[in-house]
């Protein structure tokens, strides 16, 4: 069965330091793949797609930036946080549209707070 | 620019009602999907649609999509307290591969 995981599930940085969340897909391969960000009761906003390794797409100009490394890996950095970077970060696959319905599937989530 | 907008954004209904929500968004597509997102948690899929007219029901949720009036409606049938979440609907714009999310619509049903 496909599934997704994303770590680590909680972290508190201070502002001014380097993050990173990581995202790993399994049981499916060449899938697309999300980073969306949720504010504290806030809708969805997309942050980063990619359709193959070393495909990104940046749907906000901001101080994040995405890399996929590996065909099942998604992950999101930042050099330097800011105090608005914080909240919900949720990694998302699909299988696309020709043989599969494009449903997303999501990871449990990153809760991120910046002090 | 594409926006997806749900409304209400807040309900609160009594056990046993039955309400709608909406989703309206502003471009060609002929997918859209609804989410169920509880407090602290992920998001979690109810329904896909994928063409003009589709209908699904699953318990006490019912979803339907009319792509030329660019409207999706989550109907909810005699509430009951566990349906209390949040909904999103998210919108497959045609030709890309994003997915744009509404607002959300956060539910409590009261007992």
């Known amino acids: 069965s496909q599934t997704i995981h994303q770590w680590p599930a909680t972290l508190v940085q201070p502002v001014g330091s380097p993050l990173s969340l990581e995202c790993t897909v399994e049981?499916?391969?060449?899938?697309?793949l999300y980073w969306y960000r949720q504010a504290a009761g806030r809708g969805l906003q997309l942050l980063f797609y990619s359709v193959g390794i070393g495909q990104i797409s940046s749907e906000v100009p901001q101080n994040l930036s995405a890399s996929r490394p590996q065909d099942r890996q998604f992950i999101l950095s930042s050099k330097k946080l800011l105090l608005s970077d914080s909240g919900f970060y949720l990694c998302a696959f699909s299988k696309g549209l020709v043989t599969n319905t494009g449903e997303l599937f999501f990871g449990e989530g990153s809760r991120l707070t910046v002090l | 620019e594409l926006k997806v907008e749900q409304n209400p954004l807040f309900l609160s209904m009594q056990e046993g009602k039955n309400y709608t929500i909406y989703c309206n968004y502003s471009t060609t597509s002929d997918r859209l999907y609804w989410y169920r997102q509880d407090p602290g948690k992920s998001l979690e899929s109810l329904f896909v649609l994928l063409s003009n007219g589709a209908v699904k029901q699953e318990g006490r949720l019912m979803a339907s999509l009319d792509t030329k009036a660019r409207l999706s409606t989550l109907h909810i049938t005699a509430a009951v307290h566990d349906l209390s979440a949040t909904y999103f609907c998210a919108v497959g714009p045609s030709g890309t591969y994003k997915y744009i999310f509404g607002t959300g619509t956060r539910l409590k049903v009261l007992a």
């Open positions: 049981g499916t391969s060449n899938p697309n």
